[in-house]
């Protein structure tokens, strides 16, 4: 298995572009999720998808869009990015059936936004 | 969610016991308590996590005080490879979302 993957890896950005991050799991998992790491920071969730067809905001969603586009896929999309969307990105999955679980990480997206 | 307090940085040499201490003074009687780890800048890690009673699993012990308002994380025998940001969450067990703080920093050294 695969578990988590991510891409592209690495991305540059000039302000005012948009792009889409894609992030996909082979594990059959129910929920999915994404984070942002601001250097020296811990992670923090901008948006999740508890099923298929579902999407909630996290702490800063502010600046982007998810798609559940299926089970296996979550893709989360800057419209317009700005310097402050500098960050790497986490994509995670967990098969969430409302008792204690453990999420799963992907490798990470690290975007930068001149 | 209840706020965690972790010490920024530790060091322990290789071979010993790591103690990662986490204060969660304000942890309530449904949310557990979840370690994870973060190695240089891949994506986290789950180590392991428990409500009340003490757990152990194949890569660290979590040791839960009786008023449930701390906690620690052992590494038994530490290595070079644990070297890594270690993250304690606590999280309310019907909200699958998790809540990062800004973790110790552990340097294993030689």
């Known amino acids: 298995n695969a578990g988590v993957t991510q891409t592209p890896k690495f991305q540059v950005l000039k302000t005012g572009q948009s792009m889409t991050l894609q992030c996909a799991q082979d594990?059959?998992?129910?929920?999915m999720y994404w984070y942002r790491q601001d250097p020296g920071m811990g992670l923090r969730l901008i948006y999740y998808s508890a099923s298929e067809g579902t999407t909630d905001k996290g702490e800063v969603p502010n600046g982007y869009n998810v798609s559940r586009l299926n089970k296996r896929e979550f893709s989360l999309r800057l419209e317009s990015a700005a310097p402050s969307q500098t960050s790497v990105y986490f994509c995670a999955s967990s098969d969430w059936d409302g008792t204690e679980n453990e999420q799963f990480f992907g490798p990470g997206t690290r975007l930068t936004v001149l | 969610d209840a706020k965690t307090t972790q010490p920024p940085s530790m060091d322990c040499a290789e071979g010993r016991a790591a103690n990662l201490p986490c204060n969660h003074s304000t942890i309530s009687g449904n949310e557990y308590v979840y370690w994870y780890r973060q190695i240089h800048s891949q994506g986290p890690q789950y180590i392991i996590h428990g409500l009340k009673n003490n757990e152990t699993n194949e890569m660290a012990s979590l040791i839960i005080t009786e008023d449930r308002k701390s906690s620690t994380l052992i590494l038994p025998h530490a290595t070079l490879r644990d070297t890594a940001v270690y993250y304690c969450?606590?999280?309310?067990?019907?909200?699958?979302?998790?809540?990062f703080g800004t973790g110790t920093r552990l340097q294993v050294f030689p």
């Open positions: 969450i606590v999280r309310v067990v019907i909200a699958d979302k998790l809540i």
């Open positions: 594990m059959n998992h129910n929920s």
